[in-house]
């Protein structure tokens, strides 16, 4: 059983950065592939990136490659999404998520079977 807590959202203007952060609990996180997935207003829950477990490996939706960073830190059971050059189209709730599995290139949300509660990206033109 895996928790997560997503922290890390607000308000940011276009051209801003933000990072966010998720918590997980127990004891084999790094058995995780873990993932962030984002769902704006009207729109279906979207694919952002994933990392496997050992943090070597990592997996971008076009939308925000060479913007966004994934990491993972196993020795404080968090992963990150450092977020760059922000959009007004990138305003959504980011979702962090796990899977049990070694195949990191997972961008189906339900191949993830923990989710945390969201946080709020909001950026303004």
């Known amino acids: 059983q895996v928790q997560l807590v997503e922290s890390g959202g607000g308000l940011v203007q276009a051209g801003g950065s933000l990072r966010l952060s998720c918590a997980a609990s127990?004891?084999?996180?790094?058995?995780?592939?873990m993932g962030w997935f984002r769902q704006a207003p009207g729109k279906e829950r979207e694919f952002v990136a994933t990392?496997?477990?050992?943090?070597?490996?990592?997996y971008y939706a076009d939308s925000v490659k060479g913007r966004f960073t994934i990491s993972r830190d196993n020795a404080k059971n968090t992963v990150y999404l450092q977020m760059n050059s922000l959009k007004p189209e990138d305003t959504a709730v980011y979702y962090c998520?796990?899977?049990?599995?070694?195949?990191?290139?997972?961008?189906?949300?339900?191949?993830?079977?923990?989710w945390g509660h969201g946080t709020q990206v909001t950026v303004s033109s």
């Open positions: 998520a796990a899977a049990s599995s070694t195949y990191y290139r997972r961008n189906d949300p339900n191949e993830y079977g923990y």
């Open positions: 127990g004891r084999t996180f790094s058995s995780y592939v």
């Open positions: 990392i496997s477990g050992g943090g070597v490996r990592t």
